[in-house]
């Protein structure tokens, strides 16, 4: 089992700060960085999709300000970095339209939990927003979107 060393301490004055551990080059390497908390957050939620969607490792740190100093923040990411099956297709596949119109609210609803701060979901997570896509017509998903980012605002 290989063990990682710790996040180094970000240089410079503190800010939000994501360090990435890539395992290939044993390193930590800044992803994202702003004055300015959820943007971070933010894009650690996009880069962990897309990185558990090419089956990578996923290893992050959060570093933040904490009375003028550096602090590191636990990271919302709670599971291992194993990747995902893929769920299963529906019996009936919908047509051209119809699916791409799911799939936009599959990620309308993946983009509101990423904003409130839910990013490494279940696989029974992902199969309860597909569920969701599926059901719900477009206006009810951007509502229930816009609740989430409302949520995680705060």
């Known amino acids: 089992?290989?063990?990682r060393p710790e996040s180094p301490r970000p240089q410079g004055a503190p800010r939000w700060v994501a360090m990435h551990y890539r395992p290939a080059e044993r390193t930590w390497r800044a992803a994202a960085e702003s004055p300015?908390?959820?943007p971070?957050?933010?894009?650690l939620g996009e880069m962990t999709q897309t990185l558990r969607?090419?089956?990578d490792e996923v290893t992050f740190a959060l570093w933040g300000p904490k009375d003028g100093d550096w602090h590191r923040f636990d990271t919302p990411l709670k599971q291992a970095a194993?990747?995902?099956p893929a769920p299963e297709a529906?019996?009936?596949e919908p047509a051209g339209l119809a699916e791409r119109m799911t799939g936009r609210r599959h990620q309308v609803?993946?983009?509101g939990l990423s904003k409130a701060g839910l990013y490494d979901l279940s696989?029974?997570?992902d199969a309860t927003v597909r569920a969701l896509a599926e059901r719900l017509d477009e206006a009810a998903v951007r509502r229930v979107a816009h609740w989430l980012a409302a949520a995680g605002a705060r």
């Open 1 to 3: 089992m290989e063990t």
């Open 36 to 38: 300015h908390r959820s």
């Open 40 to 43: 971070v957050l933010h894009a």
């Open 53 to 55: 969607a090419r089956g």
């Open 82 to 84: 194993a990747s995902r």
């Open 90 to 92: 529906p019996a009936a």
């Open 109 to 111: 609803l993946m983009s």
């Open 123 to 125: 696989p029974e997570d």
